[in-house]
Nanobody
Framework: QVQLVESGGGLVQAGDSLRLSCAAS????????MGWFRQAPGKEREFVAS????????NYADSVKGRFTISGDNAKNTVYLQMNSLKPEDTAVYYC?????????????????WGQGTQVTVSS
């Protein structure tokens, strides 16, 4: 059974940085793809960034490109989301997700496994 556990959220000021972690357990994830999504109150869940374990391929939403960086540590089965220059509009619950294929996706329904989410709040 795959389990994903996020951590690292919190309350910060605009311009600050945070690093989210997503620890995966249950099996080896080499060759699979993982993504970070977020959901603000009253809004749909949206794509933030994705990472393919096999080739290290990354992809970002336009709204975070240049500010956020996704990376993975295969030995720790952990994916990170480094968030710099945070803005109030980045406030949301952040979720990590995994899909059992090599290629990542920006589509919510493409991911079968989800973490419980971690709150990120950015004050102005």
């Amino acid at each position: 059974q795959v389990q994903l556990v996020e951590s690292g959220g919190g309350l910060v000021q605009a311009g600050d940085s945070l690093r989210l972690s997503c620890a995966a357990s249950g099996r080896t994830f080499s060759g699979y793809a993982m993504g970070w999504f977020r959901q603000a109150p009253g809004k749909e869940r949206e794509f933030v960034a994705s990472f393919s374990w096999g080739g290290g391929t990354t992809n970002y939403a336009d709204s975070v490109k240049g500010r956020f960086t996704i990376s993975g540590d295969n030995a720790k089965n952990t994916v990170y989301l480094q968030m710099n220059s945070l803005k109030p509009e980045d406030t949301a619950v952040y979720y990590c997700a995994l899909r059992r294929v090599a290629y990542a996706s920006s589509v919510v329904s493409a991911y079968a496994y989800w973490g419980q989410g971690t709150q990120v709040t950015v004050s102005s």
